[in-house]
């Protein structure tokens, strides 16, 4: 099949999949749609749970594997929205829907260039393609609960908005709750330690802290509160008040280093990490994938945003069709120009790294 037929054929199930809802953990319907895609190309596939993946034709086990991963689940549409977020709408170049630019440009993109090599021999690398679940709720049963399933991989392209440049690092994210506790009492006594007021410094303790090392491709580690919250009635002063901080992690640092040092520095009287496994990730400049980017003239960058990257340990490049700044946007939208770009583009690059 040629490239434009399969961009055509890709972008007809992208209207599909816009049309058809799949919010993290309710993806039933659009894994059923990806599975028509591989019934028709007579591509054998296998599904776990709602993740959908394949393996190209001549699978060597003795050769390294590259996986090509996006997802078919999206949030919510806001409510600012005024076009059908169901409605895959055609206008002045633009596909509208949910789900178009994140990430539906870059899954159909990925499935059309996965099916373009498949049935190719003497490949340098295999190729693993994975559609999968929950990842914008970063769900037990998206992309991490696959990687004990497919074969071991070595490299990944996850499939994200990045206007088709390489997104070469990926900052990971450490959600803490925090505790600042004081003496609980009746508010017309006096009180020096009020939880509220020895809240204060702590704010500004987050606020002025900043951790020594950064990085050329992430920067700096940035740390934000919030939420928070205290206190049931007027005239009492609570016992405690709760933070939440999010921390956005540069590759300089593991997230258990991030906890240990905030569990050492912070005057919290309590700070407890939700998770630790969404570690940053990133990619050597000098790896075949990035250098054949970087002969095609694409640009490097260090992406703030997680994606299923996080999950990853094997080296990963993050690099898709469409615009981050789109994401979760009302009217969310992706330009068919992008995809037909995405597929050439993503053909290109592994032409001139699995090809022997």
């Known amino acids: 099949m040629t490239i434009e037929k399969l961009t055509e054929n890709a972008i ?8 058809t809802q799949s919010f993290s953990q309710e993806e039933e319907k659009t894994a059923k749609l990806i599975e ?122 996850v499939g994200e908005p990045t206007l088709m440049n390489l997104a070469v690092a990926e900052k990971g994210l450490v959600v803490f709750d925090a505790v600042v506790a004081g003496t609980p009492s ?33 920067g700096d580690v940035k740390m934000t509160v919030t939420q928070i919250a205290a206190g049931s009635q007027h005239n009492v002063v609570p016992a405690h008040v709760d933070l939440v901080v999010d921390v956005r992690v540069n590759d300089a640092y593991s997230n258990q280093e991030i906890a240990d040092i905030l569990q050492e520095k912070s005057p919290c009287t309590k700070i407890t990490p939700r998770s630790l496994r969404l570690n940053s990730s990133a990619i050597p400049i000098d790896h075949d994938l990035v250098k054949a980017g970087i002969a095609m003239g694409r640009e ?48 290109e690059l592994l032409n001139r790294v699995i090809i022997k």
Not at 12 to 19: A, D, G, P, Q, T
Not at 189 to 201: A, D, K, L, R, V
Not at 308 to 314: E, K, P, S, W
Not at 317 to 346: C, M, Q, V, W
Request: hydrophobic share 35%; charged share 20%; glycine share 6%.
């Open 186 to 218: 009746h508010a017309a006594h006096p009180n020096t330690n009020n939880s509220i007021y020895n809240t204060i410094e702590v704010l500004q303790w987050f606020k002025d802290f900043k951790f020594e090392k950064t990085s050329d491709a992430l």
């Open 300 to 347: 490097t960058y260090g992406s703030p945003t997680l994606s299923d990257q996080a999950v990853l340990t094997c080296k990963s490049l993050k690099l898709g069709p469409g615009d981050s700044t789109r994401s979760h946007s009302a009217n969310e939208f992706i330009y068919l120009a992008e995809i037909e770009e995405g597929i050439k583009i993503y053909v």
């Open 12 to 19: 007809s199930l992208l209207k599909n999949l816009i049309e």
């Open 36 to 157: 028509g895609w591989f019934l028709e190309n007579e591509i054998p596939f296998k599904r776990t749970k709602n993740n959908i993946w394949a393996t190209n034709k001549y699978f060597d086990e003795s050769k390294p594997t590259l996986l090509l991963n996006s997802h078919h689940d999206t949030v919510k549409p806001n409510s600012a929205y005024t076009k059908n977020p169901f409605k895959a709408i055609v206008e002045d170049g633009k596909l509208y829907g949910l789900g178009s630019n994140d990430a539906g440009g870059c899954l159909v993109s990925l499935i059309a260039t996965f099916t373009n090599f498949y049935a190719q021999e003497n490949l340098k690398y295999n190729l693993v393609i994975v559609a999968s679940a929950e990842e914008e709720n970063s769900g037990k049963n998206g992309l991490n609960s696959m990687l004990p399933i497919i074969p071991h991989i070595d490299v990944a392209i």
